[in-house]
């Protein structure tokens, strides 16, 4: 394949199977989404190009590892923020060749964060793996319970039990080993030195923050978390404050330790209580709690120390 010109912005739609690429927002080829088509497109591709990918749930790793090993600056979007800016822009139509357009148009307007390492996805997946096995298994205790329940069905569930806990111990040992040699592994300690935080919910927040945490206030990681109430209001109509979606594995990892810290720490029984009396409702009550222990948390690892019940005395220089 020859292609003429090369633009220093270049948008790439990702599907499982198939690239389409677009240059300079005019030519569009497409490519295999296999390591063949990776090595196409670095072959293609001028030095100092900017490649501009969606977030596609994992199909763009691969073109992405590829592309940025081979010194590429690669910026990952967000599907709903590419699409408001097309909109804008007049790209009406919506199909791969004119997604690949508008990413090679709007991509340089659009403020991206740093994607997860390769190290910190692989953490991602097993991670999100045991959650899934654990739903799994949690289910099957339901059904169970179900009156009239066959024991032939209680007994192949328990068998299903069984194995993913086996499972479960196989990818926990996985994690470990591959959070021991890489950089994340104090994120893991700090956390769990948080009261509250155990293990699991350590195991999350470990992976599934941001790469680039210096680069944020803690409060910041409330509204990456979907935490953090947005306002709605405009002239005269001031409407309620809504949560958004956010990172929804941090959000359901962090339920449990605020429902522990309710029962058990005074700080905790005296928010919930504060905002039940101010007409707040459960959920509203236990988000706040949840966002305070991750404000929390982020706060001792970006500080590198270990949490301290009483944290020390800030020593003033005078000039």
């Keep these: 394949m020859h292609v003429e010109s090369i633009s220093s912005e270049v948008g790439i739609d990702v599907s499982q199977d198939v690239l389409e690429v677009s240059i300079d927002g005019v030519k569009v080829f497409k490519a295999g989404n296999d390591e063949s088509g990776a090595a196409q497109l670095v072959s293609i591709l001028e030095p100092g ?22 010194g590429f600056s690669v910026q990952l979007h967000n599907p709903r923020k590419v699409r408001r800016m097309a909109d804008a822009l007049g790209f009406t139509a919506k199909t791969d060749a ?19 390492s390769a190290v910190q996805e692989q953490l991602c997946d097993i991670s999100r793996t045991i959650k899934s096995l654990t739903d799994e298994a949690t289910r099957n205790k339901k059904r169970m319970q179900k009156p009239g329940m066959p024991k032939a069905c209680i007994e192949s569930l328990q068998s299903v039990n069984k194995a993913i806990a086996k499972q479960k111990l196989k990818l926990e040992k996985a994690y470990i080993a591959l959070l021991s040699d890489s950089e994340l592994k104090s994120r893991h300690q700090l956390a769990t030195s948080v009261p509250g935080i155990g293990p699991t919910t350590a195991r999350v927040l470990a992976c599934e923050l941001p790469a680039n945490l210096n680069d944020y206030r803690p ?81 001792v690892i970006q500080r590198g120390t270990a949490f301290e019940a009483v944290p020390p005395e800030r020593k003033i220089k005078f000039e």
């Design 49 to 70: 190009s900017r490649v501009h990918l969606e977030a596609t749930g994992g199909y763009e790793r691969l073109v992405r590892h590829a592309l940025l090993t081979a």
């Design 98 to 116: 004119q997604d690949a357009k508008a990413l090679a148009a709007v991509g340089p307007l659009i403020k991206t964060k740093p994607a997860k």
């Design 219 to 299: 409060k910041q990681f409330a509204s990456y978390a979907g935490m953090a109430p947005i306002d709605d209001s405009s002239g005269k109509r001031n409407g309620p404050r809504h949560i958004r979606k956010g990172n929804v594995h941090i959000k359901a990892a962090m339920y449990m330790p605020a429902v522990c810290a309710m029962a058990h720490c005074a700080w905790a029984k005296k928010l919930y209580s504060r905002l039940r009396s101010e007409g707040r409702t459960h959920d509203q009550a236990i988000i706040a709690i949840m966002r305070k222990m991750l404000v929390l948390a982020v706060a």
